[in-house]
């Protein structure tokens, strides 16, 4: 490598499938959700600065949390903080961090990664990262880290790749954008299916180049904003160029289409931390697989996440597979496997009031 590679944190969701811990005011990327001192965010630029610098970071997040990002990342300067006017998907995000550092360095490599994943052996996630930063020297390659699934779940993105023993760069067959259940499950079975994990390696001119042939509008749009970028009209060129683009995924956008599209293998115990469900996966249980972050009394209650306040006293008794949290001024009882439904949650407590959301 001639250089360490740009990294790209997308930092811009709201976590809605962990509600109400994570509200519109405070994402779970601005939560310390495993009690580590770091919050999501803070791990997420713990884990990219041993193989980067901190002036080779961009962080894209709404511009709401502009000031969050700022107070959590002290290390990194305002102009690396990019700031979206509204939420246009994975899509957007990308193209303008890696417009943006193409303008700046057009032989840049750029690591995309989201802001709220847990990576436990991070110096195989290093190696992992290494090899994909190797691979995407070849012109026109976009990779992506794949991991392999331990269920159907329908929240992620799949990727199929083709045999290639001994080979830990596999070129992708397909790209699959969050299946149903049935379409997951089949997918699960087949052994040739790995989880993307939102993980992406490339060349600056390989993802332009993509955007060009594949998002056209979108590669006009952040083509035509190289004359404002790092200049004072950038902020407004940006709020234009927003309106201007759908919302759409860079999974959906690129990947299901694109060509030289591989996979690096990451089996560095991974999770994205997406739902309470995975969160609880990651979790120490008690004897009844429980996982309890409050002052409780449980009786024949199994499978199940209790997060309440430590300043109450909580009494449970005959659940099973349930999550019971209360955070300020919302209290969730329901299934912990029914991650599906959140967003019914979230717009149903919007109508009594945004200071539930």
Not at 142 to 152: D, H, M, Q, S, W
Not at 277 to 293: H, I, P
Request: charged share 25%; with cysteine; proline share 4%.
């Amino acid at each position: 490598m001639n250089h360490k590679p740009y990294i790209v944190i997308m930092a811009g969701g709201i976590g809605s499938r962990f509600w109400p811990y994570s509200r519109n005011n405070k994402p779970k990327q601005f939560l310390d959700i495993l009690g580590t001192g770091r919050t999501l965010l803070q791990m997420t630029y713990d884990r990219f600065i041993k193989i980067s610098d901190k002036d080779l970071f961009y962080v894209v997040t709404n511009k709401k949390y502009f000031e969050m990002v700022k107070e959590q990342l002290p290390d990194i300067q305002e102009q690396q903080i990019l700031t979206e006017p509204l939420r246009r998907n994975t899509a957007t995000c990308v193209a303008y961090a890696c417009y943006k550092i193409a303008q700046k360095d057009p032989e840049a490599k750029i690591i995309v990664t989201p802001s709220d994943h847990l990576i436990v052996q991070e110096d195989k996630f290093q190696e992992k990262i290494n090899i994909a930063l190797s691979a995407a020297e070849i012109d026109f390659r976009l990779i992506t880290i794949g991991i392999r699934p331990n269920r159907p779940e329908t929240g992620y993105g799949y990727i199929q790749y083709i045999s290639d023993p001994g080979n830990p760069v596999k070129k992708v067959k397909t790209f699959t954008e969050k299946p149903n259940m049935k379409l997951a499950t089949a997918f699960l079975e087949s052994g040739d299916f790995v989880w993307n994990s939102g993980m992406f390696v490339w060349k600056a001119k390989s993802i332009i180049h993509a955007f060009e042939k594949y998002m056209p509008e979108v590669a006009e749009v952040f083509e035509d904003g190289k004359q404002f970028y790092d200049r004072t009209e950038e902020e407004a060129y940006i709020q234009k160029a927003y309106s201007l683009v759908k919302n759409v995924s860079i999974d959906y956008g690129i990947m299901e289409k694109a060509d030289e599209v591989f996979v690096v293998m990451g089996d560095f115990s991974w999770s994205d931390l997406g739902s309470w469900l995975s969160l609880y996966e990651t979790r120490n249980k008690d004897a009844n697989n429980n996982v309890v972050d409050a002052n409780a009394i449980l009786y024949e209650t199994k499978d199940s996440f209790i997060k309440v306040s430590p300043n109450k006293l909580v009494v449970i008794e005959g659940l099973e597979n349930y999550l019971v949290n209360e955070s300020e001024n919302v209290l969730i009882i329901c299934k912990l496997d029914t991650e599906r439904k959140f967003r019914v949650f979230v717009n149903d407590a919007k109508q009594k009031g945004e200071d539930f959301v």
